[in-house]
């Protein structure tokens, strides 16, 4: 087992944050990037209300002609971005890599907007799910999308299926440079997918030992009451089926490499999974995460995982990782919008940037 901390890191971690940028930020895009939806079913799932096929709602970020006009991209409270909707891709390279990003409780594919377009502008295809039922994309949270997280993984396998069905980007994609990033119960997700298992017991005994880690998350604590869990996971039929399932493997062979931030639940995870894991994988977190708290999570999820790099961020939070807020959302929704500790979003996105862009690049572009 090898685990490294990058020189560099270790300097970051007592350094500030805009001292500690990567040097791989560009101050200008390489290229215009190009944004579009597309919406795809699993045939082989239900949607939580029993009503249809569950749901795949992706938006792509990719490389686009050099004359293509960019526009700023507001959803809801967040500065999602700046892209060109519908535009036309670039022809060259004719094969690009594909990465996958899963956004955490709560969250929506617009959240990632600003890892998924600085990719795609440094040529990547870019694909990010709105995971059912535990999506602000969609008009109403489900208690099920939030309690069985495990669900997720499975969306990512067939986003990749229908993408490579896709007239529009499958001929576009190189299935042989597949990669994935994810954030919060997304970097689970991330991790899923090269080989990460739970253990249905390991989590009921951890829940058991120290409750108030298996609170509900922020993102639903509000809409839902443990009450409501505990009614769920005893008497709901289809998340007794699905709890009978947690322990499966959602390994997907054709993903290289996976970047993970502000993973979660690691209690819950088998070490035997995690030392088994064979792509790259590169985690990052704030030191002062007190979702995913580093020494509970992140931590150990790399000690375990061969060749895992681990990158700390002095004085970031775990909501530092959502996008740039609109006026509206720094005045109003405070908690995820402003950070804490004088830290600048923005320069702390640049740093992941740079990371993630070092990291692709050195699994998937060789």
């Not at 529009?168 to 597949?178: L, T």
């Not at 979702?291 to 999820?301: D, G, K, R």
């Not at 807020?325 to 979003?345: A, H, M, P, Q, W």
Request: net charge negative.
């Amino acid at each position: 087992m090898v685990f490294r901390l990058n020189l560099y890191l270790v300097l970051c971690m007592v350094s500030t944050v805009g001292a500690c940028t990567s040097t791989q930020q560009l101050a200008a895009r390489p290229q215009p990037v190009g944004m579009s939806t597309a919406h795809y079913e699993d045939s082989l799932r239900r949607n939580w209300n029993d009503t249809g096929d569950r749901p795949l709602n992706v938006t792509v970020w990719y490389p686009a002609v050099a004359n293509a006009k960019e526009s700023p991209w507001e959803v809801a409270i967040f500065n999602a971005g700046l892209n060109a909707k519908d535009a036309v891709m670039t022809a060259s390279p004719s094969k690009m890599p594909l990465i996958l990003l899963s956004h955490g409780t709560g969250g929506s594919a617009a959240g990632l907007g600003w890892l998924g377009e600085a990719l795609a502008a440094n040529g990547y295809i870019v694909a990010a799910v709105n995971h059912h039922g535990n999506t602000g994309a969609e008009p109403n949270p489900m208690l099920q999308g939030t309690v069985v997280w495990w669900d997720r993984p499975q969306d990512l396998s067939v986003v990749i299926d229908r993408l490579l069905a896709d007239s529009r980007f499958g001929p576009r994609i190189d299935a042989s440079r597949i990669g994935v990033a994810g954030f919060s119960i997304g970097g689970y997700t991330a991790l899923a997918v090269v080989g990460t298992r739970l253990s249905l017991a390991q989590w009921q005994k951890f829940c058991g030992d120290t409750p108030i880690a298996c609170k509900l998350p922020p993102e639903v604590s509000d809409k839902f009451k443990p009450v409501d869990v505990e009614r769920m996971v005893t008497q709901d039929h289809r998340v007794l089926v699905a709890l009978s399932h947690m322990g499966d493997s959602y390994a997907d062979p054709r993903i290289k490499a996976a970047f993970v931030m502000a993973p979660v639940v690691k209690a819950a995870m088998t070490e035997d999974s995690l030392k088994a894991i064979k792509v790259p994988v590169h985690i990052v977190v704030g030191d002062k995460d007190d979702q995913a708290t580093p020494a509970y999570n992140a931590a150990p999820i790399a000690a375990l995982i061969p060749g895992a790099e681990l990158q700390i961020l002095p004085n970031v939070t775990h909501y530092t990782f959502l996008p740039t807020c609109t006026e509206r959302g720094n005045n109003y929704v405070k908690d995820l919008c402003i950070s804490e500790f004088g830290v600048d979003r923005n320069a702390v996105h640049q740093q992941v940037i740079g990371a993630a862009q070092d990291f692709f690049s050195h699994n998937l572009m060789q």
